[in-house]
């Protein structure tokens, strides 16, 4: 007996019924379609074969918009502070700004390749092209939320495992302060000062900061320890017994510097009545909020601008007070906490600490992040030292004897 043929339906195309088993009690089937017999066929062929992997046919409408959205629930619910969730809302704004309303399981490569490549070029939050930091986070974003969608076997690819940041991607603004800029920071008095002068010179986060207390550093040892950090937390900080990760959790050895500097701070806190056991405690005496912290660091920037810059405002008169109502034109660089972090794992380096010891004093979890810094560094500092060979062959007899005899050829 030949075997039964499809009825062609109206639009002219033909189905074909896939068992999918019994879901609430009910015999449950998935229709495909096809132009001829054999298009049908094969449908729904993949249909089965995807049943056999375990993925579940029953979702395939199922948007990357959709998981998206489970994924940001995923993360509220999570350990996470409010900075790092408000990062992923944002990478997830992006991704959705594309492929929003596309079927979770029709998402390629190129697709995620086209949105990371064109905001390599240009951010339109910034009209600059984005750092590569920022693009290695919405493609984490990208890959976490396909992860989640192939846990729960709605696919069985994970599309953004094949996509890669752009070799030519801006590395970003970050940098370590040069000597000029540094010795701000040790001649300027502020109540920013206290934790500027820790961050640049024994790499502490502020996250590590803003609960540093007096009984954490041992100024007869040199060091500090590094025991608990802040967290926000739906607005409201949050002190942890530990830090970001277990190799947070450190000794730091401080130079002699930090030490005379926190010898003196130490002495004018401790000279009143009321001892503050917060090394950077916020104007009111408690821990500071981001709110608090943001505030006293742009007071500290002004402060740095209006006497290291050249006091105009942004009509381009001279300003003749700090407090100008027009606002003063920021002149120099508006470094961040991270910046100065960044200077203490220049200075290690240019010091000559190898980098296991770089990777414990700065509570790098992975020694990968430590060496990215001083290969970075091994390339800015590359033809600084060719340098020297280049004034040791200059200075060096023999040298100078060759250089001699090519001289008297050319003349000859």
């Not at 019994?22 to 054999?38: A, E, P």
């Not at 370590?176 to 010179?201: F, K, N, S």
């Not at 277990?246 to 401790?270: T, Y």
């Amino acid at each position: 007996m030949p075997k039964r043929q499809n009825v062609r339906r109206k639009d002219n195309r033909i189905p074909v019924q896939v068992y999918l088993g019994r879901i609430d009690g009910k015999r449950k089937y998935k229709t495909v379609y096809g132009k001829t017999q054999k298009e049908a066929n094969e449908k729904a062929l993949e249909i089965k074969l995807q049943i056999k992997k375990g993925i579940d046919v029953t979702a395939e409408q199922d948007t990357f918009g959709q998981w998206a959205e489970r994924f940001k629930r995923k993360k509220h619910s999570d350990d996470v502070s409010d900075g790092q969730y408000q990062n992923y809302v944002s990478s997830v704004d992006i991704l959705n700004a594309k492929i929003k309303n596309v079927q979770i399981n029709k998402i390629s490569a190129q697709d995620l390749q086209d949105i990371i490549d064109d905001f390599a070029e240009n951010n339109p939050h910034t009209g600059r092209p984005s750092a590569k930091r920022t693009l290695k986070f919405i493609l984490s974003t990208a890959k976490q939320i396909l992860q989640l969608a192939v846990r729960n076997r709605v696919i069985d690819y994970n599309a953004a495992q094949d996509v890669d940041i752009p070799a030519n991607a801006c590395q970003g603004h970050r940098r370590a302060l040069t000597d000029t800029e540094q010795q701000w920071i040790v001649d300027t008095p502020h109540r920013a000062q206290r934790g500027a002068m820790i961050m640049m010179y024994a790499g502490l986060r502020r996250g590590e900061i803003i609960p540093l207390q007096w009984t954490d550093i041992d100024l007869k040892e040199k060091t500090i320890q590094v025991n608990k950090a802040v967290a926000v937390k739906s607005g409201k900080l949050q002190v942890k017994p530990f830090t970001k990760t277990e190799a947070g959790m450190r000794v730091v050895d401080i130079p002699q510097q930090l030490v005379n500097f926190l010898k003196s701070e130490k002495k004018k806190a401790f000279s009143g009545t009321a001892i503050n056991p917060l090394v950077c405690p916020s104007a009111n005496g408690g821990m500071m909020s981001d709110t608090a912290w943001r505030r006293m660091w742009d007071s500290y920037l002004h402060d740095l601008n209006w006497k290291y810059g050249h006091h105009i405002d942004n009509k381009g008169k001279p300003a003749k007070s700090k407090h100008n109502c027009n606002g003063i034109l920021m002149e120099i660089p508006h470094f961040t906490a991270h910046w100065l972090r960044h200077t203490f794992a220049t200075l290690l380096y240019m010091a000559g600490v190898d980098v296991l010891t770089a990777k414990e004093q700065l509570g790098h979890a992975d020694i990968k992040t430590t060496l990215a810094i001083y290969t970075h560094l091994d390339k800015q500092f590359k033809r600084k030292s060719m340098r020297k060979l280049d004034d040791y062959l200059r200075k060096n007899s023999t040298c100078k004897s060759y250089a001699s005899q090519e001289n008297s050829k050319s003349q000859a």
